[in-house]
């Protein structure tokens, strides 16, 4: 075989990437379970590059010159098994599986133990970026061994995103099921993103009165600021796009019912495993099953609120200014949840990622792309061992700057009746973590209380039990 990679599973994402790795000069074996899947790519793109169609699996494997590189772009969960224990039997020693898909990180780690006993590595990627991406330069999280980076690294370097300073946003994040996790992560801080930028629209259409079209240009505005990023970006291309049937706003024809895939929901689960606080992540999540709640919004409907209370024209351009210093100060909160659950990660699986490269890796190609990213890449840079982003001189400066008009804007949210999640738990975590003293020592007397959990002291060593049912003296308990 002469071709340098494979790439089977030719849906939207497997097609592109497919066609983004011909179109770098690789030759390119292709396959599809569905044979007329692969026949399509070849008769639209085949003068793109060089492809070697393959019907049969084995027609596949011999396709690929060795160590084999062989890229796996099917429907996550069972299928990418199915796949597995098909091409498996056919590898060799060396040989590489690569799965782009969004797998579950445990998924991710059987797999590549089963396959490591066989000589064969597994290697898991993150790739986000969607279809666009895949074909025209993704974000690439790999993870698998060390080794089998050294085979693929030149080739997804090649296909990669470029940073805006030239970077491939590529980088071996870690072993085995490292490069799904960090992932993953990226989903969930990208519907935490998500979630805050529609909290924002939502404060500026119902406090602020302004319409869609005027937001729109509002984010357009933003955009080319500190919250300079794709998200923003699209966000206002939607705002400003007019439904072509009633010539409505788009956002006032479609069902407010958020629908997910579960990546959100995997970051927010091993979190908790993890013990890791993504209060911004979750929020998203749940702001997302709420919404999808019909029957419980119909019979809340008629809940009283509080009386609307509009802004006169000045009242409502400051307002819509304190709304950007609230959706920054949330942000910088969401990344640095996401960026400490990553920490976590890598420290219980001891995959020694590196969370600067992974912000660097983030600066182009993937859904949360933005200028943003490139300062949490200085700030590790500057700091490796940085234990928080908010502990980064300029990201605390920016938050203590914007903190009065974040307050403002939670405040009057709650006086108008308008839910902002992601902006409220985003502040309770930055005050919780500035608290002098949190209520949690009253939490660990009553947990003492009712089931002797027992509880250390502020003065002395040692666990301590008081005697609650009795004289209610304390008793040393180890
Ligand atoms: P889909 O997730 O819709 O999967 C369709 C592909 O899977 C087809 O090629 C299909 O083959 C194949 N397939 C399904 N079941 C089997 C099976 N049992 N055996 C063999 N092949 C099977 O395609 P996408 O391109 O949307 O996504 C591919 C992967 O990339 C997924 O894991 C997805 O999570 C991930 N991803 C997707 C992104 C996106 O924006 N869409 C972004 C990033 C990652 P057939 O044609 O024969 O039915």
């Given at each position: ?5 494979g790439?089977?599973g030719l ?8 066609r983004n790795f011909?179109r770098n ?6 396959h599809?379970?569905t044979?007329?899947?692969t026949?399509a ?6 003068d ?9 699996a ?7 010159e060795?160590p084999?590189?062989l890229v796996?772009?099917?429907?996550a969960g ?7 224990q ?5 590898l ?5 599986i ?10 991710t ?5 089963e396959l490591?006993?066989?000589g ?7 790739i986000?970026g969607?279809?666009?991406?895949a074909l ?7 993870g698998?061994s060390a080794?089998s980076y ?11 995103a470029?940073a ?20 993953m ?5 990208e519907y935490a993103?998500?979630q805050?930028?529609a909290?924002?629209y939502?404060l ?12 729109a240009?509002?984010?357009r ?5 500190r ?6 970006e ?13 010539g409505r706003p788009f956002?006032d ?16 689960q091993i979190a908790l495993?993890?013990g ?15 919404s999808?709640?019909?029957e419980?919004?119909?019979a809340s409907?008629?809940?009283p ?10 009242a ?8 950007e210093?609230a ?11 996401g960026?400490?659950?990553?920490q976590a990660?890598?420290e219980?699986h001891?995959?020694?990622?590196d969370?600067g ?8 190609g ?5 200028a943003?990213?490139?300062?949490i890449r ?5 700091r ?7 502990s ?7 938050i203590?700057?914007?903190?009065d008009?974040?307050?403002e804007?939670?405040a009057t ?7 902002t ?5 985003a502040l309770?975590?930055y ?7 949190l209520?949690a ?15 250390r ?9 008081t ?12």
């Amino acid at each position: 075989g002469h071709a340098q990679i494979g790439v089977t599973g030719l849906a939207v994402m497997g097609r592109n990437l497919a066609r983004n790795f011909a179109r770098n000069g690789f030759t390119v074996a292709v396959h599809n379970r569905t044979a007329a899947r692969t026949r399509a790519l070849v008769d639209e793109f085949g003068d793109e590059g060089s492809f070697v169609p393959a019907e049969s699996a084995r027609e596949f494997v011999a396709a690929l010159e060795r160590p084999r590189r062989l890229v796996i772009m099917v429907k996550a969960g069972e299928p990418t098994d199915a796949v597995i224990q098909e091409f498996a039997p056919l590898l060799e020693e060396g040989d590489v599986i690569i799965d782009g898909g969004n797998a579950h990180v445990a998924d991710t780690r059987r797999r590549e133990r089963e396959l490591r006993e066989r000589g064969i590595h597994f290697v898991g990627v993150g790739i986000s970026g969607g279809e666009e991406g895949a074909l025209h330069g993704p974000s690439i999280m790999p993870g698998g061994s060390a080794e089998s980076y050294k085979s693929l690294g030149p080739l997804l370097e090649r296909i990669a995103a470029k940073a805006p300073d030239g970077t491939p946003c590529v980088t071996h994040v870690g072993p085995d099921g490292a490069g799904h996790f960090v992932k993953m992560v990226h989903n969930g801080i990208e519907y935490a993103d998500m979630q805050l930028i529609a909290e924002a629209y939502h404060l500026l259409r119902a406090v602020a009165g302004y319409s869609p079209a005027r937001i729109a240009d509002t984010f357009r505005t933003w955009n080319e600021g500190r919250l300079d990023s794709y998200l923003i970006e699209i966000t206002a291309e939607v705002l400003a796009h007019a439904d072509p049937v009633t010539g409505r706003p788009f956002v006032d024809v479609v069902a407010d019912r958020a629908e997910q895939k579960g990546t959100g929901r995997w970051t927010v689960q091993i979190a908790l495993d993890l013990g890791v606080p993504v209060s911004g992540i979750a929020e998203a999540v749940f702001a997302r099953s709420l919404s999808g709640h019909a029957e419980l919004r119909e019979a809340s409907r008629s809940l009283p609120g509080p009386v609307p209370q509009p802004l006169d024209e000045e009242a409502a351009a400051r307002f819509a200014e304190r709304v950007e210093q609230a959706l920054y100060a949330s942000k910088i909160v969401s990344y640095t949840q996401g960026f400490h659950q990553i920490q976590a990660g890598s420290e219980h699986h001891e995959w020694g990622v590196d969370p600067g490269a992974v912000a660097s890796i983030w600066r182009a190609g993937c859904i949360i792309r933005a200028a943003f990213l490139d300062r949490i890449r200085t700030a590790y840079e500057t700091r490796p061992e940085l234990p928080s982003l908010l502990s980064d001189k300029r990201f605390a400066e920016e938050i203590g700057a914007a903190q009065d008009d974040w307050r403002e804007v939670v405040a009057t949210a709650a006086r108008q009746g308008v839910p902002t999640p992601g902006f409220s738990a985003a502040l309770a975590y930055y005050d919780a973590l500035r608290a002098d003293r949190l209520p949690a020592a009253l939490t660990q007397g009553q947990r003492d209380f009712f089931g002797a959990h027992t509880y250390r002291r502020t003065d002395r060593e040692g666990s301590f039990h008081t005697l609650w049912g009795g004289d209610r003296s304390e008793v040393s308990a180890g």
